[in-house]
């Protein structure tokens, strides 16, 4: 059973920067495949970034660019960095993991954190 928590939300000026982190223990956590999704009440989850066991990523389109993915297998985490934020990146951020699943929908990972709020402010 793999436990995930989420650390680096707040409140941020708009164009302003966070690094968000996930920590994971009770599993190999280089062998799971790590996302990043996010909600805003009344709205359904909605795919922030992904990062495979070998390191290859996956982006909304509404984040290329701005946000970057990655994780230490060393330190069982894996990070956010959200550069250049907007209002509409207002929401509760989650973290998953999967060893078999991986991509954009909730439903191809098994574990979730308990989510961190970010709030930027225009």
């Known amino acids: 059973q793999v436990q995930l928590v989420e650390s680096g939300g707040g409140l941020v000026q708009a164009g302003g920067s966070l690094r968000l982190s996930c920590a994971a223990s009770?599993?190999?956590?280089?062998?799971?495949?790590m996302g990043w999704f996010r909600q805003v009440p009344g709205k359904e989850r909605e795919f922030v970034s992904a990062i495979r066991i070998g390191g290859w990523t996956d982006y909304a389109d509404s984040v290329k660019g701005r946000f970057t993915i990655s994780r230490d297998n060393a330190k069982n985490t894996v990070y956010l960095r959200m550069n250049s934020l907007k209002p509409e990146d207002t929401a509760v951020y989650y973290c998953?993991?999967?060893?078999?699943?991986?991509?954009?929908?909730?439903?191809?990972?098994?574990?979730w954190g308990q989510g961190t709020q970010v709030t930027v402010s225009s």
């Open positions: 998953a993991a999967d060893r078999a699943g991986w991509g954009s929908l909730p439903v191809k990972y098994n574990y």
């Open positions: 009770g599993g190999t956590f280089s062998s799971y495949a």
